[in-house]
């Protein structure tokens, strides 16, 4: 079975692919408005020291378990120990895909649904912000938009994975992560020149301490797997692709750049925008829709613009549910034998039945929520806020205690030894983040998001 498993076509191939999982929109949508509503820049800190410290090191043994494994993330630990439980860790990876993937598809679909309107020019007569916001708004509570657009979203993704690694991933990511990153850049430099712009380079470059809690931190940990697409076992699949002569420390260094970078241009651009134009930078989910818009109005050839920019960020958003909807399949083609096509059609179904409630949350079902939130808000926050960083704390646990870093720095160092006669201390680093500070932290973090629970439960007695 190992010999005839698919491989990356090049060096380069991987990196484009797990940078394609991770940019998405976790960098464009999620981190704009979830640093919205906690504070601006000192949130913005406390998740570049969480992508820094926790995110590289568990990004680096993700990739590690699957290249060493070769396998989804279920048999990745099966190769790896004899224990019965790790396989479970893995599974629980891909329930939390799956969960994602539901309501991931859905603000993917709102990005589709927004290259048609765009294309109508629905965005060039707007008076106000306000009226893009309630264009959007009117959007979301059509049942039929909503649905139909969550459906086309997860059929263009099944049929992706439909056609397999090289063919579908490799070849899509190629052009478009160069394409949209220029794009993004001249939305920012726009924003950047909109009068009143200064408040919003304030707001997410000047960081205001008083504003930071227990819950920032949970959330600043929780939106850094969410981006980096750690802690469940999409790094670790596209890991099992790879080849013994990549170098991982690299090709993880990479890929941690490019997405913070996207994600802290996306960031500048859309609070210049929103400060310029008087919105709220806490307004949730909307807030890219709201924003966005109401700048190309603003645009020359915004027009044009707006058309390329919704088309970049599908195929943005794309590359991630690939990679969601890949770990599935690889799941059930390595462990149960199933034909790869039938793994696609059938979970691609399940996939959609499933994000139906979601869907609803934002019209019919509107005012029913479980502790606080609604259908869509709880699966978010169960998978970004607890069971990613549960899954990062697992690895770095099995890593550090289980497999052992005798036999981890032996694989680790395949294709990266030049890179490690440079610099030896970077294991030692390595070593000590996996082995104490992210399962500690983690830990930490995770206990404060059961009282939070708490809270909000009794909140809603
Ligand atoms: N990282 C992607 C984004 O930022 C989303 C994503 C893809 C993801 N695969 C994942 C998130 C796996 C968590 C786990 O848009």
């Known amino acids: 079975m190992q010999q005839t498993r698919e491989n990356w076509g090049s060096k380069v191939g991987f990196i484009l692919a797990a940078a394609g999982s991770a940019i998405g929109l976790g960098n464009i ?26 995110g590289l090191p568990v990004l680096i043994g993700e990739i590690l378990i699957g290249r060493t494994g070769k396998r989804n993330p279920v048999g990745s630990f099966k190769a790896l120990t004899k224990s019965g439980f790790w396989p479970y860790v ?45 264009h959007f708004n009117l959007l979301i509570s059509d049942v039929t938009w909503i649905i139909v657009m969550f459906i086309i979203f997860m059929l263009l993704t099944m049929l992706v994975v439909y056609f397999g690694v090289q063919k579908g991933i490799e070849r899509g990511s190629k052009i478009m992560m160069p394409a949209l990153l220029i794009l993004l850049v001249i939305v920012m430099i ?6 009143g712009s200064g408040a919003g380079l304030e707001f997410i470059l000047k960081p205001d301490w008083s504003k ?22 999409a790094m670790l699949t596209y890991g099992s692709y790879m080849s013994e002569k990549d170098n991982i420390p690299s090709s993880a260094a990479q890929i941690l750049v490019l997405d913070t970078l996207i994600a802290v241009i996306a960031g500048i651009a859309i609070f210049t925008a929103v400060f310029s134009t008087g919105l709220d ?31 970049l960020l599908s195929i943005a958003a794309l590359t991630s549910t690939i990679s969601l909807m890949e770990v599935i399949t690889a799941y059930f083609v390595d462990e149960l034998n199933w034909k790869r096509h039938s793994a696609v059609i059938v979970f691609g179904i399940v996939t959609i039945l499933f994000g139906i409630p979601s869907a609803l949350s ?5 005012d029913f929520t479980i502790f606080g939130l609604t259908i869509f808000g709880l699966m978010e926050y169960l998978t970004a806020n607890v069971m990613l960083p ?13 497999w052992g870093f005798d036999k981890a720095v032996i694989e680790l160092k395949k294709g990266a030894e030049r890179f490690f006669e440079r610099s030896g201390w970077s294991i ?34």
């Open 362 to 366: 934002f019209n019919v079902l509107n």
């Open 29 to 54: 949508w999620r981190f704009p408005y979830v640093l919205g509503e906690n504070g601006g820049a000192a949130f913005l800190f406390i998740y570049l020291i969480c992508i820094a410290v926790i």
């Open 212 to 233: 930071i809690s227990a819950t920032t931190v949970l959330l600043a940990l929780g939106q850094a797997f969410f981006t980096l697409s750690l802690g469940m076992g």
């Open 428 to 461: 030692t680093f390595w070593k000590i983040i996996l082995k104490y500070f992210a399962p500690v932290l983690i830990f930490i973090v995770l206990l404060q998001s059961i009282g939070l629970l708490d809270k909000i439960t009794n909140l809603f007695q």
């Open 281 to 311: 930078p806490a307004e949730g989910p909307g807030l890219i829709f709201h924003t966005l818009p109401a700048v190309f109005t603003k645009m020359i050839g915004g027009h044009l613009f707006s058309i390329f920019f919704f088309i």
């Open 90 to 134: 893995g599974g629980m990876g891909i329930i939390a895909g799956f969960m994602i993937l539901s309501f991931y598809a859905i603000v993917a679909g709102w990005s589709f649904g927004y290259v048609v309107e765009a294309i109508k020019g629905s965005f060039l007569d707007y008076n106000s912000p306000a009226q893009a916001a309630e």
């Open 190 to 195: 726009k924003g950047i020149s909109m009068e």
């Open 390 to 402: 549960l899954g990062g704390m697992l690895i770095a646990i099995f890593i550090a205690y289980v």
